[in-house]
């Protein structure tokens, strides 16, 4: 493998015959060409690499649900109170490495009580599993690259004669701090195992979580649907014992073969029913674009809960008004998860006179209690004087009218059609709320009209005529009934 | 044979006692207009699919006339609101305020919006399982394929098993065969001045021309309709003044129909005293 570098071709990657031959990674192309005139090259893909990197992570997932990723080509793994599961830490290690060696790649790994430390290990000491607080004796025999520092640092601390990390870890920790500063040294604190610093996960962890190995994969949708219903009424237990429900929901779906796939589902109350769960998600599989692909079948299927709230323990009641609103919520939960929470809307009140502000439309999952009541803008007894259809962009019409200052328009040409208006309502001014722009947006007239066929029409003129443009330009905002 | 009714009388009555007979939901509501009342006898039929079709241009017409539909057979339920992503882009959006003021509690409403015909259909028919809702209106523009004697058949028994009304509101289409339980042609018409005591106001109520195509269980009609947004429900349109007289409605003879009541009942107005 071979990068460019700082205008250099340099080996980026050698595999284990070249090794042998004397190559090694960083060294210039010319040099290596020099040693072995028949060495076969080949252009690394970084993107390519992070990708599988990334699979390789989604596969990890199911030994414990924090994994990082160490670029280039490390993953790590917080693997505590995960290890018993597979009888011990040793065990745990030798399974994976089996597994990745398996699918064909070449693994090197160690587990220890730091990231540096473990990191250090899996380099230069492949399967070595230490225990708790032996970290700084384990790293001591190591070569100062494993700490993997900056280059300028590695390169000093061997001019100083520094060449192991024991040897750097008896320096005095001032010294250390003056001449390569706070960060070399939490690097080192780290690796002899003196500082812990957490994992930051690929992906947030989940709040609660239930999961179904199979020896067998499986591959039948009703399987897979009666396995998330089981999950889920597990998830509700956990989530009942602790008085919570799950507003946000995700699947995950660990092929045989290693591939992951993840759905997620949203409810717009605190939900622990098992049968609502299974309703949603199956729904939500259902409107997969990209179906879910078993392949080979999944060995491992888990249910997470990755946001979850307070919720009630309710009665059921015979209040008919209570279940119409539960019923109603899970409707919408439904149409979520089949059309996306953006798309079921309900409307709310808003406190201000711009037509097209006047009410919002927001994600019904999301929607409160309104803060401002309704309120109508005709009088009893009158007319609609807002349309029924508004468009979201106003269309440009043409008018003819009577040059007077406020008289309504006599013939609107709008898509191409003339209309004759017969009755008209207006002006109604609206001015624009100026604290809202930075520029002063024009005024707007609107007239009310209907037309020789009783189309009823909502347009407007846009500024006062002198002060604010000087030009007549009207658009059509909106129709009535 | 006395025997043998009176058995039968006997169970239905035990399956009533043990709750199993279920209620028939299919209630009527009334719209107000007393000529449609009389034809739909009582009513529009809850828990059935109507049609609601819109003359070319007066599409927005047709969303009132539905929406005023959907207000009078909901009830207090709420009502969903489907439309498609170029039906918005071509009539306009459904505003909440224009219902407000249409008469319709805009916080009763929900608006799915979807982005073909098929998303529509999915979702009536999830959706028109819910008995919590009252009226489920979906709007679908031009002639999709999918829309077909199937697709209304499915929606029809849909309704009838929760008691969820459909109404099935269509631009740009021409009516075909389906299993709707009626059928309406709506346009608009010019309105009339309102009463004298308002002075600033010069235009009137929502005015349509309702045409009733199809009525699986009664007679056709014919009829010009006021919409009431104060008591929320259709009026008779009066006899007097312009707004009727030129709405130009043609009407064709009605002997071929079944039912030749129709236009004896619409016959009051005055648009359709030439015909008649």
């Known amino acids: 493998m071979v990068t460019k570098n700082a205008n250099a071709l340099r080996l980026s990657a050698v595999d284990r015959k070249a090794t042998s031959l004397g190559l090694s990674a960083g060294m210039p192309l010319a040099n290596a060409r020099a040693m072995l005139p028949t060495l076969k090259v080949m252009t690394a893909n970084e993107p390519a690499d992070l990708k599988l990197l990334e699979r390789i992570a989604d596969w990890c997932d199911r030994f414990s649900p924090l994994v990082a990723l160490d670029s280039p080509r490390g993953l790590l793994l917080d693997i505590s109170g995960a290890a018993h599961l597979y009888g011990g830490e040793q065990a745990m290690l030798d399974r994976i490495r089996a597994l990745l060696l398996n699918q064909g790649f070449a693994v090197r790994g160690a587990i220890a009580g730091t990231i540096v430390s473990a990191r250090a290990l899996a380099h230069y000491k492949d399967g070595s599993v230490v225990p708790s607080g032996d970290e700084a004796s384990a790293t001591a025999p190591l070569a100062i690259e494993a700490l993997n520092l900056d280059p300028i640092t590695t390169h000093a601390l061997r001019r100083a004669g520094l060449k192991t990390i024991g040897q750097v870890a008896k320096r005095k920790r001032n010294e250390l701090n003056a001449r390569f500063g706070a960060a070399m040294v939490a690097t080192l604190d780290s690796a002899l195992g003196r500082i812990e610093t957490p994992i930051s996960p690929r992906v947030p962890i989940p709040d609660y979580m239930a999961e179904r190995r199979f020896a067998e994969p499986v591959v039948t949708e009703a399987i897979i649907l009666e396995t998330l219903q089981s999950l889920a009424s597990s998830l509700g237990e956990i989530l009942t014992d602790r008085g919570e429900g799950a507003r946000r929901l995700e699947a995950a779906f660990f092929r045989s073969d290693g591939a992951v796939s993840r759905i997620a589902i949203e409810t717009g109350h605190p939900t622990r029913d098992a049968a609502i769960i299974k309703r949603l998600l199956g729904e939500k599989l259902d409107a997969l674009a990209d179906p879910l692909d078993p392949g080979f079948g999944f060995d491992l299927i888990r249910l997470c809960a990755t946001r979850a709230e307070r919720a009630q323990a309710s009665a059921i009641d015979f209040d008919t008004r209570e279940n119409e609103k539960r019923e109603i919520a899970f409707l919408i939960d439904r149409l979520a998860a089949r059309f996306g929470s953006h798309r079921i809307l309900s409307f709310q009140a808003n406190d201000t006179h711009i037509p097209e502000a006047a009410a919002l439309a927001v994600p019904a999952q999301y929607a409160e209690f309104p803060r401002i009541s309704w309120q109508a803008t005709r009088n009893g007894g009158e007319a609609p004087r807002r349309p029924l259809r508004l468009f979201e962009r106003p269309e440009p019409v043409k008018v003819v009218r009577v040059d007077l200052p406020d008289s309504p328009p006599a013939q609107l040409r709008s898509r191409r059609v003339w209309h004759e208006t017969v009755l008209a309502e207006g002006p109604e001014r609206i001015a624009m709320e100026w604290w809202r722009h930075q520029r002063a947006q024009p005024t707007r007239d609107y007239f009310r009209v209907e037309d020789e066929e009783g189309r009823r029409f909502w347009l407007y003129r846009e500024g006062i005529e002198g002060r604010e443009t000087c030009q007549e330009s009207w658009f059509m905002h909106g129709a009535f009934a | ?276």
């Open chain 2, 1 to 276: 044979m006395s025997d043998a009714s009176s058995k039968i009388e006997f169970l239905r009555a035990s399956l009533a006692k043990a709750g199993l007979e279920t209620p028939d939901k299919r209630s009527r509501a009334p719209l107000g207009h007393m000529a449609a009342d009389r034809t739909l006898k009582g009513g529009l039929q809850r828990g059935a699919l109507h049609e609601v079709f819109a003359q070319s241009s007066h599409e927005t017409s047709a969303t009132g006339f539905a929406a005023a539909l959907a207000a009078r057979v909901g009830g207090d339920k709420h009502i969903l609101w489907i439309r498609t992503d170029f039906s918005a882009l071509e009539y306009g959006e459904i505003s909440a305020t224009g219902l407000l003021d249409f008469g319709l509690d805009p916080s009763r409403v929900l608006l799915l919006r979807v982005s073909d015909a098929e998303d529509a259909l999915h979702a009536a028919s999830d959706a028109l399982c819910c008995p919590a809702l009252g009226t489920v209106v979906i709007e679908i523009p031009r002639e999709p394929g999918i829309l077909d004697l199937v697709a209304s058949r499915r929606l029809t028994l849909t309704c009838a098993e929760s008691g969820v009304t459909a109404l099935l509101l269509r631009f740009a289409a021409k009516p075909e065969a389906s299993a709707a339980e009626t059928r309406w042609l709506v346009r608009a018409a010019r309105s009339l001045s309102p009463q004298k005591d308002i002075e600033e106001e010069h235009w009137g109520r929502p005015v349509f021309v309702a045409q009733l195509l199809r009525n699986r269980h009664g007679p056709l009609g014919h009829w010009v309709m006021e919409w009431n947004a104060d008591d929320g429900d259709f009026k008779e349109f009066p006899n007097t003044g312009v707004g009727a007289a030129d709405s130009g409605i043609v009407v064709s003879a009605s002997c071929d129909r079944p039912f030749a009541a129709a236009v004896e009942d619409a016959g009051d107005t005055a648009s359709l005293r030439s015909v008649a």
